[in-house]
């Protein structure tokens, strides 16, 4: 009796300490390295294309997008995205010599949004906010001058993940404010910059 009264004791306490196990809280990170691992974290190389919209189109053409993100992804429908990125684009008038560019180099931060699809396909929009510093070639400064301009991106993309690879696609809207540097040129100055880039890079 008093055997079988220990073997019952003895499952019973086995059997709450799992039910306990069962119910206790996930644990959090707590560490730095812990708390880095779980945010998901990427480094992405960026390039694709871009230009000017509205008035602004008339005075540049198509030129290349280059940049580095670095992204996380604290929440499983929520992400975060700081930035580089720096483009080029051919400036198109009469007066201004054959060859002379406009560049752009500018910061932002985005939030992302979107569902995970088998933990490969991520589809996302974002909006954010950026700086911008302008800067035209030296031959295109008797019209165009160097300026500073905000901007407030809107994004649509798609994130693809394999391992520590990542990649995707992505199509921007910037909508831009205080964009003064065509004021000389004449012909407008109001407009927006609309790019179309992938990237690639790794997570860690």
Same mark, same amino acid.
């Given at each position: 009796?008093?055997?079988?009264?220990?073997?019952?004791?003895?499952?019973?306490?086995?059997?709450?300490?799992?039910?306990?196990?069962?119910?206790?809280?996930?644990?959090?990170?707590?560490?730095?390295?812990?708390?880095?691992?779980?945010?998901?974290?990427?480094?992405?190389?960026?390039?694709?294309?871009?230009?000017?919209?509205?008035?602004?189109?008339?005075?540049?053409?198509?030129?290349?997008?280059?940049?580095?993100?670095?992204?996380?992804?604290?929440?499983?429908?929520?992400?975060?995205?700081?930035?580089?990125?720096?483009?080029?684009?051919?400036?198109?008038?009469?007066?201004?010599?054959?060859?002379?560019?406009?560049?752009?180099?500018?910061?932002?931060?985005?939030?992302?949004?979107?569902?995970?699809?088998?933990?490969?396909?991520?589809?996302?929009?974002?909006?954010?906010?950026?700086?911008?510093?302008?800067?035209?070639?030296?031959?295109?400064?008797?019209?165009?001058?160097?300026?500073?301009?905000?901007?407030?991106?809107?994004?649509?993309?798609?994130?693809?993940?394999?391992?520590?690879?990542? !990649?995707?696609?992505?199509?921007?809207?910037?909508?831009?404010?205080?964009?003064?540097?065509?004021?000389?040129?004449?012909?407008?100055?109001?407009?927006?910059?609309?790019?179309?880039?992938?990237?690639?890079? !790794?997570?860690?």
């Amino acid at each position: 009796m008093v055997k079988r009264g220990w073997r019952t004791a003895l499952v019973a306490a086995l059997a709450l300490g799992g039910v306990a196990f069962a119910q206790a809280p996930e644990r959090r990170a707590t560490t730095p390295a812990e708390m880095l691992e779980e945010a998901n974290l990427s480094l992405r190389l960026n390039g694709g294309l871009g230009n000017f919209t509205g008035d602004l189109d008339r005075h540049t053409r198509v030129g290349p997008v280059w940049g580095l993100s670095v992204s996380a992804q604290p929440l499983e429908m929520l992400g975060a995205e700081f930035a580089y990125e720096g483009s080029r684009n051919p400036i198109e008038n009469e007066i201004i010599s054959e060859g002379a560019g406009l560049w752009r180099n500018g910061l932002s931060a985005m939030a992302k949004v979107g569902p995970e699809f088998g933990e490969v396909v991520r589809p996302y929009v974002g909006a954010g906010f950026g700086l911008s510093y302008v800067n035209p070639d030296t031959d295109a400064e008797v019209l165009y001058r160097n300026d500073f301009m905000a901007e407030f991106p809107l994004s649509a993309g798609i994130d693809l993940h394999r391992g520590t690879l990542t !990649g995707g696609v992505r199509a921007t809207y910037r909508f831009l404010g205080g964009e003064g540097f065509a004021d000389r040129a004449g012909g407008g100055s109001e407009g927006g910059l609309a790019t179309a880039t992938l990237n690639l890079g !790794g997570t860690f």
